[in-house]
């Protein structure tokens, strides 16, 4: 499964990051390593991007970047 | 002594670099790029300078912001880093900490807003993490100016001791054989170029081509560096990038499972995502935005701004009438009087009634960026700017175009990317200004009586959509290639402090001022020049014999095929370069000087459709002298200011034409 499906407030962790480049960099210098736990808490009004909760803080990334990211429930 | 200062956006390193250097501060730009560089003394310290180094999350060698900080630590070798962190998100400020500890450069860390910690109820012990750090740790508030004396003796202690960082061993396991083995390896690269062989090492881990290419390794030994990487790969079964970002990650947790003692929920995190419940509902987000836009407008552009506007204008007019009077009766020689009476002074006045608006405008941006709520508008946004290329945060700038050309382009300097801000400051003038609301209600009242605001309305979406076309076409020509991804924080919401916000709106004003009183003093002087002599360079009785007016009968064949070519509308568009308004003026001089007579005179100079082809030409042409040097300051680059001016001009007259040539099959 990966974030883009996850439903909204469930909090689940991280497996993988996939995708290459500058974003994915991003997102694994942002904190989002796997077995990081990770919550989706809101959609933008127009259906994207999305904001998550981790480490304490929130990020907002889109949703077609959300897709890279493979996730397990807890 | 040079102090860099370092550390995430949105964890108060602006307001600290404000606290070090009190107003002793120097504004430039990194070698190469638009990203700001800012230099202050230190207060109390006349050796010390700091410079304050763009707000990062990492170094990575991706975005331009990132590359400019490594380019610095590495190549300026300063005498200490200065690292502020968040200490309400100690965990993910720690990562960058963490990166700069391995260049081997004495450094001490900042930890801010400890007020925040301790309300929350919690306690994050300054000692046990200086030991596990191997840095010197300083608590502060820098909004209050609290613990900054200790940082700046501390600072200058380690900076004067060259005390390095003791620790630069994050790692275990596979990692940790990797970093050794490369280090060893390349040591002698490194130290030839005077970098860190551990910071080295760990950037050929990650794969970092800009190192690769520094280091200058032999074929043969980066054969090696790849097989040790791949022998780690193999044996955590990740890659490389996941892996190093997985050590330092899992290191900082475990100090901060040491170190922090979180007792309560951060009560700015908790009020943050009550705001947030309001500010980017489903519903309301969008209403309120618009809201939030509408009274910015409303109190710079009216209220605010006009009263500020009418009082500045007095003052300049004050000022001129004295000077005319002086000047009179001094009997100075009559051409003297006009290029200081009609040249300077009504021109740069002119351009000074904007400083009010500017300054007001900067009021409510820096307010809006400094609680928080910019980075929302983005989130909110996105979608909309994300077909051209461009993220939600360049919205506001765009907004602003409606406004002002000029503070819209110097507001894309809160823009984190450079080529979302380069991109941004391109499509800004083709968001319709204020300043040619004049030229829209002439035309529209002279030839569209009946359908005033339809025109009107027609001319902002014309506007609109040629900027979107130009901005889809400027992401597969000029801007090709990987945008900057959008992982963005979205920060709790902060109380904005007066000192930040005031300094902001210092900056801007001085910028501005200092534009007036020279790349745009020159230009009115030309254009006063222009219109004042003939080609003979004698003083001109009739305005219809001037240089200017010749320019404008020279030219004005090259608007033939959109079918006005009258030298007065091709003069008046000349003068619409010193500002938009002047257009208006113009063609009411060169037509009698009567409300009467203008309107007679434009009814004979053009058809309504020609009408409405000159509004599409004035809508699109280049901006005016102010918003050019605005191009010029922020893309810093003479060629690019001109690169504006000749393709809006272009584009314009490809409006127009079409408008022209397809309105004449219709009508």
Known sequence: MTLNEQKLGVKCRIKAVNGKGALRRRLLDMGLTPKTEVMIRKVAPMGDPIELHLRGYELTIRLEDAKNIEIAED | ?????????????????????????????????????????????????????????????????????????????????????????????????LQLMELGIPMVIALNMMDEVRENGNTIKINELQELLGVPVVPLVASKNEGVDELIEIAVKVAAGRIKPMRQDFCSGAVHRAIHGIAHLIEDHAEKLGISPRFAATKLI??????????????????????NVTEMEEQLDTDRE???????????????????????????????????????????????????????????????????????????????????????AYGINPVVHSLIIDGIFAGVGSVLSFLPTIVTLFFFL??????????????????????????????????????????????????SSERDRKMTILLVPFMSCSAKLPIYALFTAAFFANHKPLVMIALYIMGILVGIICGLIFKNTLFRGNPVPFVMELPNYRFPSAKSVGMLMWDKAKDFMVRAFTIIFLATIIIWFLQTFDTRINVVTDSADSLLAAIGKAIAPVFEPLGFNDWRASTALITGFSAKEAVVSTLAVLTGGSDASLNTALHQMFTPLQAFSFLTFTLLYTPCAAAISAVMREMNSRMAAVGVVVFQIAVAWLAAFVVYNIGGLIF
């Open chain 2, 366 to 415: 820096s307010i809006l960026e400094d609680t928080g709520y910019m980075a929302r508008v983005a989130f909110v946004m996105d979608k909309l700017l994300r077909k051209i290329g461009l993220s939600g945060r360049s919205f506001v700038p765009m907004i602003i175009g409606f406004g002002c050309s000029v503070p819209a382009i110097m507001a894309s300097r809160t823009l």
């Open chain 2, 1 to 97: 002594m040079i102090f860099a200062l370092g550390g995430n956006q949105n964890c108060g390193k602006t307001t600290l670099f404000n606290q070090l250097t009190g107003s002793n501060q120097r504004v430039g730009n990194f070698p190469g790029v638009t990203v700001d560089k800012k230099e202050g003394e230190i207060r109390g310290h006349k050796d010390c300078t700091v410079v304050d180094l763009p707000g990062i999350y990492s170094l990575s060698p991706y975005t331009n912001e990132e590359i400019v900080t490594r380019d610095f630590l590495i190549n300026e070798k300063p005498d200490c880093i200065i690292n502020i962190t968040d200490a309400t998100n100690i965990e993910r400020n720690l990562y960058l900490s």
């Open chain 2, 242 to 328: 996941a892996a190093l970002a997985d050590m330092r990650y899992t290191f900082i947790e475990g100090v901060c499972s040491k170190c922090v003692i979180k007792k309560g929920e951060s009560i700015a995190h908790r009020r943050s995502l009550k705001i947030d419940s309001v500010l980017t509902n489903k519903y309301l987000a969008i209403p309120i935005f618009i809201l939030i836009m509408l009274l910015m407008f409303y109190l710079t552009f009216g209220a605010i701004g006009a009263a500020l506007s009418t009082v500045f204008s007095m003052l300049i007019d004050g000022v001129t009438n004295l000077v005319d009077s002086a000047l009179t």
């Open chain 2, 206 to 227: 990650e794969g970092d081509e800009p190192m690769q290419k520094l280091l200058r390794l032999t074929d043969n030994e980066l054969d090696m560096v790849e097989h």
